[in-house]
């Protein structure tokens, strides 16, 4: 096992997974954290003016979402109590 952290970060991973995902992976990290320990998550914004040309030009499909979609996500500690969720 690993000690446990005072900062977690993933820049570039969440854009893959859905939902239920990312919670996963959010309980996960919280429970690698010492105590006050910080998680952040990086991702992609809706808002992205570059989505057409990463969706459609280069197939590079990412999941875009928003400050309040985020915030959710992290609200939301069980993913099988989220029924709004993605995937």
Not at 12 to 30: E, P, Q, R
Not at 39 to 53: D, E, I, M, R, V
Not at 62 to 77: K, W
């Amino acid at each position: 096992t690993i000690s446990k952290q005072d900062f977690i970060y993933s820049m570039g991973l969440i854009d893959y997974l859905d939902d239920k995902l990312v919670v996963l992976l959010i309980n996960w990290a919280y429970d690698q954290l010492s105590a006050g320990g910080t998680l952040a998550l990086g991702t992609f914004a809706t808002g992205n003016p570059f989505k057409p040309f990463l969706d459609y030009i280069v197939e590079w499909v990412l999941i875009h979402r928003t400050p309040d979609e985020m915030r959710e996500l992290f609200a939301c500690r069980e993913a099988f109590l989220c029924l709004r969720l993605r995937g």
